[in-house]
């Protein structure tokens, strides 16, 4: 059995995985800032880390697997602002959008979902640490981190200090001793939320969250922090900035990143309003079909997504699914995932690609298999289908359920056409057979004429 080996963006190499206690691995993604709806982009962390950590359940007995929600930001601020109503009702509106879009995704439910404003106190304490150590300093009502006070500031991004401004989400403040230092905490406005802190009424800044978290939920150190290519500099690179300056050590001992994903061969960016939200992609796809999508390129590279990737994944879905439709009746045997060539992928960097063709090998199979081999053949197919989050679903209604994008469709009226139709051929009455075939199609009904009788499905 080979090991898992996964890409450490620190350093930029493939590395074989050691957690620090094989009997607890512990993970941390960030999560989102719940100010609006998800897009597309936002859920290809949730997918991969989501495999990730079905791959990690079925290697050891115990992960702890965290996703926070970032409930206090300016962006959260605003948009209840704009909304004319509290921060509160916001953050409960698009918390639970945000959780019932995931779960469409057949995304498991992590071990833990830190809030940000039910842990400012350990967001205070490791601010006070951070000053008693001479790594962060006090002015004009805020607390900042010098970044010029930690040795090997950048080693995750790979930027020197003098280049780290280029591309930051910094502002170059009078208050600053040097220009990128990062705010810990921040004075609050009477009309805005805040804290009683040391140093008066304030919030906390976004880096200091996920670290404050992490030390109250997992510990001073993880075995994986992951997260979109996005966040390494400045987010993660602040995040591990802060930590290892607190409480010594190497904080996160695998950084994991997926790259980004485009619309239509372009960035996706709220300026060219290309971006899509889960929950509008949701109205045309089954959650299902958005998941082997995301899942359709190796995490590491840029994903292309479109209307002719999505059709690529319905199909291949209806293609897998069928497999399952056709062998109704062979029970599957219980297979060990471990030893299917779907895990092998997986467990060489996550190669989700490779992982899907393993999968369409074991269809094929199952497709060719005799009643002695079937059997095996189903339950390998089943086991990789398991690991990856795919074919959860009861294969006749994959292929007859509502809401995937075409409209409503009455099952009793598609099956009391196909046996008229059935009838009409019995008559030798072709005409008619084939005019209510065409009259299915219309309808978005594909027809599959077999030994044991016909079948149908969406088109």
């Not at 791959?55 to 929600?69: D, G, S, T």
């Not at 698009?94 to 879009?101: G, V």
């Not at 830190?114 to 790594?135: C, D, F, K, R, Y």
């Not at 471990?338 to 190669?351: A, G, I, Q, W």
């Given at each position: 059995?080979?090991?898992?080996?996964?890409?450490?963006?620190?350093?930029?190499?493939?590395?074989?995985?050691?957690?620090?206690?094989?009997?607890?691995?512990?993970?941390?993604?960030?999560?989102?800032?719940?100010?609006?709806?998800?897009?597309?982009?936002?859920?290809?962390?949730?997918?991969?880390?989501?495999?990730?950590?079905?791959?990690?359940?079925?290697?050891?007995?115990?992960?702890?697997?965290?996703?926070?929600?970032?409930?206090?930001?300016?962006?959260?601020?605003?948009?209840?602002?704009?909304?004319?109503?509290?921060?509160?009702?916001?953050?409960?509106?698009?918390?639970?959008?945000?959780?019932?879009?995931?779960?469409?995704?057949?995304?498991?439910?992590?071990?833990?979902?830190?809030?940000?404003?039910?842990?400012?106190?350990?967001?205070?304490?490791?601010?006070?640490?951070?000053?008693?150590?001479?790594?962060?300093?006090?002015?004009?009502?805020?607390?900042?981190?010098?970044?010029?006070?930690?040795?090997?500031?950048?080693?995750?991004?790979?930027?020197?200090?003098?280049?780290?401004?280029?591309?930051?989400?910094?502002?170059?403040?009078?208050?600053?001793?040097?220009?990128?230092?990062?705010?810990?905490?921040?004075?609050?406005?009477?009309?805005?939320?805040?804290?009683?802190?040391?140093?008066?009424?304030?919030?906390?800044?976004?880096?200091?969250?996920?670290?404050?978290?992490?030390?109250?939920?997992?510990?001073?150190?993880?075995?994986?922090?992951?997260?979109?290519?996005?966040?390494?500099?400045?987010?993660?690179?602040?995040?591990?900035?802060?930590?290892?300056?607190?409480?010594?050590?190497?904080?996160?001992?695998?950084?994991?990143?997926?790259?980004?994903?485009?619309?239509?061969?372009?960035?996706?960016?709220?300026?060219?309003?290309?971006?899509?939200?889960?929950?509008?992609?949701?109205?045309?796809?089954?959650?299902?079909?958005?998941?082997?999508?995301?899942?359709?390129?190796?995490?590491?590279?840029?994903?292309?997504?479109?209307?002719?990737?999505?059709?690529?994944?319905?199909?291949?879905?209806?293609?897998?699914?069928?497999?399952?439709?056709?062998?109704?009746?062979?029970?599957?045997?219980?297979?060990?995932?471990?030893?299917?060539?779907?895990?092998?992928?997986?467990?060489?960097?996550?190669?989700?690609?490779?992982?899907?063709?393993?999968?369409?090998?074991?269809?094929?199979?199952?497709?060719?298999?005799?009643?002695?081999?079937?059997?095996?053949?189903?339950?390998?197919?089943?086991?990789?289908?398991?690991?990856?989050?795919?074919?959860?679903?009861?294969?006749?209604?994959?292929?007859?359920?509502?809401?995937?994008?075409?409209?409503?469709?009455?099952?009793?009226?598609?099956?009391?056409?196909?046996?008229?139709?059935?009838?009409?051929?019995?008559?030798?009455d072709y005409a008619r057979a084939d005019a209510i075939r065409e009259q299915l199609s219309g309808m978005g009904i594909l027809l599959e004429d077999g030994a044991d009788g016909t079948s149908w499905r969406r088109g």
């Amino acid at each position: 059995m080979t090991d898992l080996r996964l890409t450490n963006t620190q350093g930029g190499e493939k590395q074989v995985f050691v957690p620090a206690d094989p009997s607890c691995v512990t993970m941390y993604v960030c999560g989102p800032t719940v100010y609006n709806l998800a897009h597309i982009g936002n859920a290809r962390p949730v997918v991969v880390f989501d495999v990730l950590y079905r791959v990690l359940q079925a290697l050891y007995p115990k992960v702890i697997y965290a996703r926070n929600i970032t409930d206090i930001d300016d962006k959260i601020i605003a948009a209840a602002r704009e909304r004319g109503t509290d921060i509160q009702a916001v953050t409960d509106e698009f918390t639970e959008k945000y959780r019932e879009d995931m779960a469409a995704l057949q995304t498991l439910v992590p071990s833990i979902e830190p809030h940000a404003t039910e842990n400012i106190q350990p967001m205070i304490a490791l601010t006070e640490q951070l000053v008693a150590s001479g790594h962060a300093y006090a002015s004009d009502g805020h607390v900042l981190f010098s970044v010029e006070s930690m040795v090997g500031y950048g080693e995750l991004s790979g930027r020197k200090l003098e280049d780290m401004l280029a591309g930051a989400r910094v502002d170059v403040a009078d208050y600053k001793r040097h220009p990128g230092d990062f705010v810990l905490w921040k004075p609050s406005s009477t009309e805005e939320p805040g804290w009683d802190s040391p140093w008066g009424r304030g919030r906390p800044g976004w880096h200091l969250e996920c670290s404050a978290m992490i030390r109250a939920h997992m510990g001073e150190s993880i075995d994986i922090h992951g997260g979109g290519r996005d966040l390494i500099f400045p987010h993660h690179e602040n995040e591990r900035a802060q930590s290892c300056c607190a409480y010594g050590g190497d904080f996160v001992r695998y950084w994991l990143h997926n790259a980004y994903v485009d619309m239509d061969g372009e960035k996706m960016s709220k300026s060219l309003g290309n971006v899509r939200s889960v929950r509008e992609l949701l109205e045309h796809y089954p959650g299902e079909v958005l998941r082997f999508a995301l899942l359709s390129a190796h995490y590491r590279s840029p994903l292309n997504f479109s209307s002719d990737l999505l059709d690529g994944a319905r199909a291949s879905l209806d293609t897998l699914y069928n497999a399952l439709r056709q062998s109704k009746d062979v029970k599957p045997e219980e297979i060990d995932v471990r030893e299917t060539e779907v895990f092998e992928s997986l467990k060489d960097d996550l190669n989700t690609p490779k992982a899907i063709a393993a999968l369409h090998a074991a269809a094929k199979a199952l497709n060719k298999a005799d009643s002695k081999l079937a059997a095996k053949a189903k339950g390998e197919l089943v086991a990789g289908a398991r690991i990856l989050g795919l074919l959860s679903q009861d294969p006749e209604k994959w292929f007859t359920a509502i809401g995937s994008g075409t409209g409503d469709i009455d099952a009793d009226a598609v099956d009391a056409l196909i046996a008229e139709r059935i009838a009409a051929k019995g008559d030798k009455d072709y005409a008619r057979a084939d005019a209510i075939r065409e009259q299915l199609s219309g309808m978005g009904i594909l027809l599959e004429d077999g030994a044991d009788g016909t079948s149908w499905r969406r088109g």
